[in-house]
């Protein structure tokens, strides 16, 4: 499936894919959605860096004919002198659940991994969302545990699950690319009791 998506910066065009994917709650999804704030958001980030910077960035998921949705990092500090990065995906609603979600967050790991000095990509996701804990499985991310009252929506407190891979979870060459295997901890998919 590799070879069918790419990532590829945003383009102008691309920032109303962006919008509807993080402004319009019928696309953002229960689990994601946290309310309306200001529209034009992306677009002033984009023109000011291209939403591509040192402390982060968005890069759109290509798929052979359209574009699918877009995945975004973000510098998350460990202690004083490291930092690892927090990632995140947004995925139109007519491709979830057919893998193109778990391709682009390995591509993203294989990218900022290749690009940047980093040793950790994380990624937190609702307790809730198991068709994103079993996307970030397949895509070699390692489950390491529920954060209790975590991030608030829809009036409450929710739980979330932290998953991460290090540079030592790469896997064997594929081509030019460093691949991850898929996390050896949750081959059978996430865990349902939290």
Same mark, same amino acid.
């Given at each position: ?68 949705? /877009? ?26 659940? %057919? ?12 990218? %900022? ?22 996307? %970030? ?14 991030? /608030? ?5 929710? #739980? ?8 030592? #979870? ?9 691949? %991850? ?14």
């Amino acid at each position: 499936m590799s070879d069918q998506l790419r990532l590829r910066p945003v383009a102008e065009e691309d920032l109303a894919v962006i919008e509807r994917l993080t402004g319009d709650p019928e696309a953002v999804g229960e689990q994601s959605w946290h309310g309306w704030f200001d529209p034009r958001t992306y677009r002033r980030r984009w023109e000011e860096t291209g939403l591509l910077t040192d402390d982060g960035g968005t890069l759109m998921v290509a798929g052979p004919a359209e574009t699918l949705g /877009f995945v975004q990092w973000s510098r998350h500090p460990t202690n004083r002198v490291s930092y690892c990065w927090n990632i995140g995906i947004g995925m139109l609603p007519k491709v979830r659940g %057919l893998g193109y979600g778990t391709e682009a967050q390995r591509l993203l790991v294989e990218y %900022l991994f290749a690009h940047t000095q980093v040793n950790r990509v994380q990624a937190v996701t609702e307790i809730t969302n198991t068709a994103e804990q079993w996307a %970030l499985s397949k895509a070699g991310f390692t489950r390491e545990g529920v954060l209790r009252g975590y991030g /608030f929506r829809d009036g409450g407190w929710r #739980d979330a699950v932290m998953y991460s891979v290090v540079r030592e #979870d790469l896997g064997k060459e594929r081509g030019d690319m460093t691949v %991850l295997r898929p996390s050896r901890r949750d081959q059978n998919g996430p865990r349902r009791d939290g």
